[in-house]
C-alpha cells in the first residue's frame, strides 16, 4: 500500500483541485501519516531484539489505536472535502489524491 502511495505521488500533476482539495485535508493527512509513521517505527524498534514484550505490546496498541483514529478523521476530512466541492463518486481530476488517500487510510486501518 505505502508503494501505491509513492506511485500515486509520482503521477500526479498537481494542478486543477489538486492544491484546493489537499488545503482541505492537510492537516488530517499530517496526523494520518504521522500516526503510521509511528506505528511502524515502533513495530521495528520493537523486533529488532526478536521478541515484543509487554511494555512494545502497550505502545504498539496505543501506536495502532492513534492511527486508527487518525484514519478516521482523515475519512471524514475527505468526505467533507468532497462535500463542499460538490463531488460526487470518484473523479478524474482528483484520482491520484483520492488513491493516496484511500491507502493511506487502508494502511491505517490495518496497523
Keep these: ?35 503510521l509513521s509511528e506505528v511502524l517505527r515502533a513495530i521495528v524498534m520493537a523486533a529488532l531484539d526478536g521478541r515484543i514484550d509487554e511494555l512494545e505490546q502497550k505502545e504498539l496498541q496505543t501506536k495502532a489505536e492513534a492511527a486508527n483514529n487518525a484514519e478516521a478523521r482523515l475519512t471524514r476530512a475527505v468526505l467533507n472535502a468532497k462535500e463542499r466541492f460538490r463531488l460526487n463518486g470518484s473523479t478524474r481530476d482528483l484520482m491520484q489524491e483520492q488513491s493516496f488517500c484511500f491507502h493511506v487510510c487502508a494502511s491505517s486501518r490495518t496497523a
Aim: hydrophobic share 30%; aromatic share 8%; net charge negative.
Design 1 to 35: 500500500r505505502l508503494c501505491t502511495v509513492w506511485g500515486s505521488c509520482l503521477r500526479e500533476d498537481f494542478d486543477g483541485l489538486h492544491k484546493p482539495f489537499m488545503a482541505e485535508i492537510e492537516e488530517e493527512t499530517n496526523e494520518a501519516t504521522h500516526s
